[in-house]
C-alpha cells in the first residue's frame, strides 16, 4: 500500500477517552485534527468502566448523549466491605448522575464518534511509527509517521494510554516502568446476587491499598477485578494467582448470587499514576491521560482524568495559538498542576492510610457511623464529585461546592 501524505493543525495519537476529549475540544474551536490509533474501533480496553462524577462531568460538557451507549448504568450507591467484614451502603444524591458503569468497548467508540461528527479526520487501523522533529525550529512543523500514512503538523498530542510509542519516540520515557497499579478484569453473566444492581468494593486484607469490585450492568451482567500496587512486594505470577482465589470468597461469590458465570477470559493491565514526576510535553508533543500517568493514585480511576487532561490540552493549544509551542507547554503544565497534582498527593496520603487494615476498617467505621448525611456525602466524595483536595486548593473554590448537583441533570 502507498503512504498517503496528510496534514493537519494538530495530530492525536491514540482515540481512547484522552483522545477523543482533546479532539472534540479542537475542532470545536476551529482546529483540523487527525487521530490515528492502531486498534480498529470498537476496541476493548482493560478497564472497570466505572464513571466517576468527574468523568460524567466531562463527558456532559463533551455533548456524550448517554443513550448512545447501549449497555450505560446509572449506579445509585456503593456497598463497601472492611477488611473485617463488616459492610456499610452508601447512597448517592439524587439531584443529577454521580456514578455509572459504561463498557470501553462501547463508551469509546461512542466518544470517536462524537469527535468525527466534530469534524475529526479518524484513522483507527493505523499505528505510530515515528516522529521527525528535525524542521521544527524552522517551519514549525513536526511530522507524523504512521502505518500508509505521514502526517505534517504543529503539535502532537499523546494519548497514546500507558506504554506510550510517542513518549518512548521523544526520549522521555523511563524503560523499567510498569506502572504504580496492576488490574485485572473479567465480565461475568447469569449474576443473581446483590451485584446484578449494586456496586460492590471490597478492601480484602491481602488486597490493601488495593481493592476488588463488581461493577453492575444491564442484562444480569456485571465488570468484576481487583487492582493491586506494583511495589516490588508481589511477582506477576502471584498477582496472577489472586484471581481465581478471589472468585471464590464465600463474600464475593454472595453477591454475585448461585450460577452466575465468567465470559470469555480475564484481561490485566497497569495503571500508571504519577502525574507530579512524569514529564508533560517534550518540544511540541503534549502527553495526556495514561501516557501522562493521570489515574488517581488512591484508586486507579482514569477515565475522568484522561477526559480532563485531553481537554486541557487542547484549551492550551488553542490559547496559545500555532507558532507558540513554549506558550502551550507552559499552560498546559500549569493547568495540570492546577487540576490534578494537588489531588494526586491527597491521595498519596489517603491510599497511606487505606493500605493498613486498621485504615480501612476505621475508615468504614467512620462512615456507618455518620448517618445518611455524612453517608451520602461521603458517597459524593469518593466518586469525586468535587477534587479530594478541593478544600487545601482555595484557588478552585466556587458558590456551589457543596450544592452543585450531580451531571446530567437535564
Ligand atoms: C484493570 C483496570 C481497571 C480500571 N478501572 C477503571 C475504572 O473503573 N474507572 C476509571 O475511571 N478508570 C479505570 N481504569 C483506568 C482507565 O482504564 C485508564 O486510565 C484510561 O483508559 C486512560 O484513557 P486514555 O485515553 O489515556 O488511554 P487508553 O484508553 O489506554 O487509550 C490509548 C489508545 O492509544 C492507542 N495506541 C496505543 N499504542 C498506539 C500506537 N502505537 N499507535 C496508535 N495508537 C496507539 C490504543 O489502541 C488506545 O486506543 C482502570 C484501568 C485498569 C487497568
Redesign the pocket.
Known sequence: MTQENLSADVVI???????SAAAIELCRSGRSVVI????VFP?D????????TL?LRELEQLGLDPGRVDNWFDVNGAVLRSPSGRQVTVPLPTDGRYAAVAP?LEL?SALLDLARDAGADVRDG???RALDTSRSESDDVVTVE?DDLTIDTRYVIA?????S?VRKATGSNDPGYLGEWH???QYASDVTGTAAHELHVWFDPDLLPGYAWS?PLPGNRANI?F?VLRDGSRTGKEIKAIWPDLLARPHIVEALGDGFTMEDRHT????PARIDSLPLTSGRVLF????AA??DVMT???????LLT?RIAAEALVAAGASRPDDATRIYTREVQHHLVADHRMSLALGSVLAKPWGARGAIRVIEASGSWGRRNFARWMFEDEPRAVALTPSRWHRRLLTRPGAYRS
Open positions: 495519537v491514540g482515540g481512547g477517552p484522552a483522545g490515528i490509533d492502531k486498534a476496541r480496553k482493560c478497564c472497570g468502566d466505572g464513571l466517576t468523568a470501553r469509546d493505523h499505528g505510530f504512521a494519548a497514546d494510554g500507558m506504554w510509542p488490574g485485572f478484569r461493577f477485578g487492582g490485566a493491565w497497569p495503571i495526556v491521560g495514561d501516557a493521570a489515574t486507579g480511576e482514569g477515565i475522568g482524568q484522561a485531553g
